[in-house]
């Protein structure tokens, strides 16, 4: 076992705490609660795949509780235009809502 998966074990592990009763959904959720980056990098990390990262994305933004933040370059691919996401409400976006001027 080299050192790459002996990292993403450790990481797993804590995750899905000593008696690894949390499920894929659940990692998936507090992983993103921790770092601001992409599903591909969660695929990387925790060996979960980017078919069930982008299904748990998709439940968890439709539910309010995931957000986009950023699209930048993939730190694995390479790739532009890739979505950051996180779980943590304090760094979501607030809605801005603009003052419409109305005459008295």
Not at 48 to 76: F, M, N, W
Not at 77 to 91: E, M, P
């Amino acid at each position: 076992m080299d050192a790459n998966q002996k990292d993403r074990r450790k990481i797993l592990e804590e995750l899905r705490g000593k008696n690894k009763k949390k499920s894929d959904e659940e990692v998936f959720f507090e992983f993103f609660l921790r770092d601001v980056t992409t599903v591909y990098h969660f695929e990387k990390v925790t060996g979960i795949s980017r078919a069930d990262g982008t299904r748990y994305k998709r439940k968890l933004e439709r539910a309010g509780k995931l957000q986009v933040l950023k699209l930048g370059k993939c730190p694995i691919s390479g790739s532009q235009g890739v979505q950051y996401i996180s779980t943590d409400r304090a760094k979501f976006r607030k809605p801005v809502q603009l003052a419409l001027p109305f005459s008295t």
